[in-house]
């Protein structure tokens, strides 16, 4: 419907442009300017979004560790429950990296397990602290990962971005000395679409490949405690 939006404001600005429109060079100047500082803007936000991705990623797995590495001095017993569900939750994880919201459950298993102890020396109690603080964090640190992962240009935003090219071809194609008040119209039609569109992409941006996805996971895998 967006999409439908651009085209009947640009057919209509076009309608009343079109009869004053001079330098066509201009209009196609502009459309490439504007079309190429959205792309890089795509792209900057691309690369913004991995980087943080990563490093929250990096920073779950130190949290997952040191929950482990916490647990075992708490007793073998919930040492070994904390380990099985630590296990659970980042095979799921791995399992489906980009669907990280489905982890939900193994991941509210493993914070009851967390919640459910009860200290019984000093040396107890700060460790349990200690626990509860990384568990905080590591909640916090879970919706960043999930945020991350939303982003990402669909099917429709990819569908504005050929659209655009092609617009942008055809503009570059036609001869423009004194061109016919019909095609006067459609160049001018053209060339306000190609630089409506880019706004569009703005709201969106560019998906993780499934190999990064892959890799993502297998850091989860390689992260399980091994007793």
């Given at each position: 419907?967006?999409?439908?939006?651009?085209?009947?404001?640009?057919?209509?600005?076009?309608?009343?442009?079109?009869?004053?429109?001079?330098?066509?060079?201009?209009?196609?100047e502009?459309?490439?300017?504007?079309?190429?500082?959205?792309?890089?803007?795509?792209v900057?936000?691309?690369?913004?979004?991995?980087?943080?991705?990563k490093?929250?990623?990096?920073?779950e797995?130190?949290?997952?560790?040191?929950?482990?590495?916490?647990?075992?001095q708490?007793?073998?017993?919930?040492?070994?429950?904390?380990?099985?569900?630590?296990?659970?939750?980042q095979t799921?994880?791995?399992?489906?990296?980009?669907?990280?919201?489905?982890?939900?459950?193994?991941?509210?298993?493993?914070?009851?397990?967390?919640?459910?102890?009860?200290?019984?020396?000093?040396?107890?109690?700060?460790?349990?602290?200690?626990?509860?603080s990384?568990?905080?964090?590591?909640?916090l640190?879970?919706?960043?990962?999930?945020?991350?992962?939303q982003?990402?240009l669909?099917?429709?935003?990819?569908?504005?971005?050929?659209l655009?090219?092609?617009?942008?071809?055809?503009?570059?194609?036609?001869?423009?000395?004194?061109?016919?008040p019909?095609?006067?119209?459609?160049l001018?039609?053209l060339?306000?679409?190609?630089?409506l569109?880019?706004?569009?992409?703005?709201?969106?941006?560019?998906?993780?490949s499934?190999k990064a996805?892959?890799k993502?996971?297998l850091f989860y895998?390689?992260?399980?405690?091994?007793?």
């Open positions: 419907m967006r999409l439908l939006f651009f085209i009947l404001i640009a057919a209509a600005i076009a309608c009343v442009a079109a009869p004053f429109t001079g330098d066509f060079s201009l209009f196609v502009a459309a490439l300017w504007i079309y190429s500082l959205t792309i890089a803007f795509l900057d936000k691309a690369i913004a979004r991995r980087r943080a991705l490093v929250n990623v990096a920073l797995l130190a949290r997952l560790r040191h929950i482990h590495h916490v647990a075992e708490l007793g073998r017993t919930y040492s070994s429950k904390i380990n099985k569900l630590l296990t659970i939750y799921k994880v791995a399992s489906e990296f980009i669907s990280h919201h489905k982890s939900t459950d193994q991941f509210r298993d493993l914070s009851h397990a967390i919640y459910s102890f009860t200290p019984k020396t000093t040396k107890d109690t700060i460790l349990y602290t200690d626990l509860l990384t568990l905080q964090e590591l909640t640190g879970r919706q960043n990962i999930q945020l991350e992962l982003g990402g669909s099917f429709y935003d990819w569908l504005l971005i050929t655009v090219l092609a617009c942008l071809f055809i503009l570059l194609l036609v001869k423009l000395d004194d061109p016919s019909t095609l006067r119209l459609g001018t039609f060339a306000i679409l190609v630089n569109i880019p706004l569009e992409m703005l709201w969106k941006d560019d998906r993780f499934q996805l892959t993502f996971g895998r390689r992260n399980i405690p091994r007793d």
